[in-house]
């Protein structure tokens, strides 16, 4: 066989496996289900557990220069 030929034939079959690829993503990709998260209902909100929240501190900055109380 001539090179031509050869590099033909590779060709004809890279383009081979990526329609075989191309035909078989969507299917493969059915199986395996929705990828989004479900979405919530609007009803009633879950029922509260009794844990009390921890209340924010914020932290007040200092500016460069100012006095620090003693």
């Known amino acids: 066989m001539n090179v031509v030929a050869i590099v033909m034939r590779r060709q004809v079959l890279r383009l081979a496996a990526f329609a075989v690829i191309v035909i078989a993503m969507p299917q493969f990709a059915w199986a395996m289900g929705p990828t989004s998260a479900p979405l919530k209902s609007s009803g009633a909100p879950p ?14 900055h200092r500016h460069a220069g100012s006095a620090m109380p003693k």
Request: charged share 20%.
């Open 47 to 60: 029922p509260a557990d009794n844990t009390v929240p921890k209340p924010h501190h914020h932290v007040k």
